[in-house]
């Protein structure tokens, strides 16, 4: 998508992430597992800032993922809240792959 419409990207995880509240409680879970980031809820999506500055802006669910991947360190039992398990799980898969791809 070119982004001349405005409009973000779409989202198959959408539905699970909408809302201010629900945003708020992956970026609690996200900044959680994942030390030298810190994740902010804004509107539409997340910024990931790392401990140099670097930040970046997370339209989806799949880009806050992508972003947060090389730095999770341990993963909690998914809560109860969809959003935040969602979100874990995600994480705890893409963390899993690029560990199984460096051979580490």
Known sequence: MCGACGAPPPDPAGA????????????RAVGDVCPGLTVRAVPGGWTVATRTGRTTVCRT???????????????????GDPATAAALDALWHAAAHDLARDGA
């Open 61 to 79: 669910l799949d880009a806050l993922v992508a972003a947060a991947a090389a730095h999770v360190r341990a993963v909690p039992a998914p809560s």
């Open 16 to 27: 699970l992430v909408a809302g201010p509240r629900r945003r708020a409680a992956v970026a």
